[in-house]
């Protein structure tokens, strides 16, 4: 393109060179050659400008579609970037719900755990008397761990709960123990029989039996029969007999 350009350019400079001698009939060979150069150099230095503008009208070009394509480029990040924010936005709002929640989760968990403690030691004291030690310290270590300032709210629940799933699991026991205890006013070693909360039972060298009378707090004697039926009961915890249907007496214990 810049070729023909400048063919192009000489032609004309010919042209006017030929007019000038028609025109000058009196123009020398040597001042029609230097009128010839002298239009070569005018025309080489506008078909070097016209080229000069040539590269700036290019780069202008291409510049101008680089930054139609950033322009695209940035548009779609400025599309992407507000969902974003917008979802960040949603995420933090939640956050701030969440947040409210905990507070009035707190303000009302604590006083209904230190409620369920008190409730677990009425249910401890009003039940068989049964793990005696074992329960009371674990009412205190809860009792500890309730008023514990540097404690979660979490491991508080979680503790509580732990305590609830423990004595929940004891009404699901069939656990059989040697264990002294006053009988009708004397003191024996018998071996003795719980049936989860159903019933707590002794059994005498002897052969007696006795059950644990909630109402009264204390020992009483079984009657022949169901002192027989007991000693099916403890064979049959101690996995020494076959599993049978055995008729004993039983309480309603009031929690």
């Not at 506008?46 to 040539?54: K, S, V």
């Not at 507000?82 to 707190?106: D, M, N, P, S, W």
């Not at 699991?169 to 002294?180: A, F, H, I, L, N």
């Amino acid at each position: 393109m810049q070729m023909r350009t400048l063919a192009v350019s000489l032609c004309a400079a010919l042209l006017c060179c030929a007019a000038a001698a028609a025109a000058s009939p009196d123009m020398t060979a040597r001042e029609a050659d230097q009128t010839l150069r002298s239009a070569a150099r005018t025309q080489a230095a506008a078909q070097a400008e016209a080229d000069r503008w040539a590269g700036e009208r290019d780069a202008l070009t291409n510049e101008e579609r680089e930054l139609v394509i950033r322009e695209e480029w940035l548009g779609y990040q400025v599309a992407k970037h507000k969902a974003y924010i917008g979802r960040e936005r949603a995420a933090i709002e939640a956050l701030h719900q969440r947040k409210e929640t905990f507070v009035a989760v707190r303000q009302e968990l604590e006083p209904l755990l230190d409620g369920l403690l008190e409730r677990l030691r009425q249910a401890v004291a009003a039940d068989l008397p049964f793990l005696a030690e074992e329960r009371a310290a674990r009412l205190e270590q809860l009792e500890g761990a309730l008023d514990d300032f540097h404690l979660s709210l979490a491991e508080k629940l979680r503790r509580t709960l732990e305590a609830l799933r423990i004595e929940a699991m004891y009404g699901e026991q069939v656990q059989v123990s040697e264990e002294p205890l006053v009988l009708e006013g004397q003191e024996v070693q018998a071996r003795v029989l719980r049936l989860g909360r159903l019933g707590l039972y002794c059994q005498l060298p002897d052969g007696r039996g006795g059950v644990y009378d909630a109402g009264s707090g204390a020992w009483r004697t079984l009657a022949s029969g169901d002192a027989s039926e007991l000693a099916k009961a403890v064979e049959i915890a101690g996995r020494r007999r076959v599993v049978e249907l055995i008729t004993l007496p039983v309480q309603r214990v009031q929690p």
